[in-house]
């Protein structure tokens, strides 16, 4: 099989060094592996900027929804409400989870192309005081945009609420204060930013809020405290743990520290996705979100004018020349996506630009 690099939004490119720690079956109960489990917990609260009296790290196996899911059928209680912020899938999908877990709440609707208004979010709490809860997406990957959380935090602290964000696809590539902001819980999984590979999600939170949520559960295998009180003796995990996975991730964390941590790597994130824009802006392909809002992630693009081909042609002409790309999400209008997370260099857009242009040649019978 042919190699290519992911320009998608996770699971992105590995470096060797990454995928070449995965050689190794390591034992589940061994000392060495718990300390390198406490290891990353100790990293992941670092880089989230918070102390350790007050915040935990929680690894959580499966996908990041199953971390999304793990905290809101954890901590939004019987007697509590949620309050769902949503401009994309990803806010749809915590619509979704509080529906299967029967949990109460309201849902705030945004269009997919703009940024949730956290004015609106405070008249919400203000009309309905039952809520006790706020849960809101960071980069919303469905589009590309980046929603302002820092805003929403300062009005759901004012309003005595819970703040719960899904950091999946910013969490090491977007620096966030957690605990300056106020958030109280934080989910990202271990392949999006910090570059490891698919297996697990992880949850920055709260400790008094974790513990608070002890019996809450409406699931065993998703129980945010057992886990949490699990792994707090000695970093040995609850159930079986993707024991590749995990040395996967203890080496990203270090390479995403010996890059300049995370903000070098948004810089790097930043270039690429500037420069993807630029060079698509060339080619007469627009961006379906405006540049104030435009994240460093990845970025939904509008088919150029009179676009005389499919997703699937240009997504074969592109693959066979070294790069996976990404179809659209949103739903109002046709486009596909380009992340540009990952192992992935000025060098490597500018490949995929210049094989986009030919593809376009090719296609508008100039080559
Ligand atoms: C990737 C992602 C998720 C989790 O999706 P999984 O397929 O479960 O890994 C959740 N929210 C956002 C914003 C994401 O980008």
């Known amino acids: 099989m042919k190699n290519y690099k992911l320009l998608t939004p996770g699971p992105l490119t590995t470096s060797e ?5 995965m050689m190794f079956d390591h034992c589940t109960w061994d000392d ?8 990353i917990r100790k990293q992941l609260l670092e880089l989230a900027h918070v102390s350790e009296d007050e915040y935990t790290a929680v690894l959580m196996q499966g996908s990041g929804t199953f971390g999304v899911e793990s905290v809101l059928s954890s901590v939004v209680g019987k007697k509590d409400k949620l309050l769902i912020i949503s401009n994309g899938a990803y806010g749809e999908r915590m619509e979704d989870i509080a529906r299967h877990n029967g949990i109460s709440y309201s849902i705030y609707r945004e269009h997919y192309n703009k940024v949730p ?7 919400w709490m203000q009309a309905d005081k039952g809520i006790t809860h706020v849960a809101m997406v960071h980069g919303e990957t469905t589009s590309g945009i980046l929603n302002d959380i820092k805003a929403v935090a300062d009005v759901v602290k004012a309003g005595d609420g819970v703040f719960i964000v899904d950091a999946m696809s910013t969490f090491g590539g977007v620096d966030i204060p957690v605990q300056d902001w106020g958030i109280d819980f934080l989910i990202s999984s271990a392949n999006k930013c910090i570059q490891g590979v698919p297996g697990f999600s992880f949850i920055i939170g709260r400790r008094d809020l974790v513990i608070e949520s ?3 559960a409406r699931s065993l295998s998703l129980d945010l405290y057992d886990q949490w009180k699990t792994m707090e003796v000695d970093g040995k995990w609850r159930f079986t743990s993707p024991t590749h996975v995990v040395l996967a ?8 520290l010996e890059e300049g941590g995370i903000p070098a790597r948004y810089r790097r994130y930043r ?6 824009i630029e060079k698509m802006g060339e080619m007469g392909m627009k961006t379906y979100i405006d540049g104030n809002h435009q994240g460093p992630i990845i970025t939904t693009f509008f088919y150029p004018e009179n676009a005389g081909f499919t997703f699937a042609e240009m997504y074969q002409y592109i693959k066979d020349r070294g790069y996976a790309i990404y179809p659209g999400k949103v739903t109002e209008a046709d486009t596909f996506r380009i992340g540009n997370i990952g192992e992935i260099y000025p060098e490597d857009i500018k490949k995929l630009c210049d094989i986009m242009k030919e593809f376009l040649e090719v296609k508008n019978g100039q080559i």
């Open 17 to 21: 060094r990454v995928k070449k720690e």
């Open 32 to 39: 060495e592996y718990k300390q390198i489990t406490q290891k």
């Open 117 to 123: 208004d956290a004015q609106k979010i405070k008249a």
């Open 214 to 216: 002890v019996g809450k």
């Open 249 to 256: 991730f203890s080496k990203a964390l270090d390479e995403m």
């Open 271 to 276: 270039k690429n996705n500037r420069l993807l």
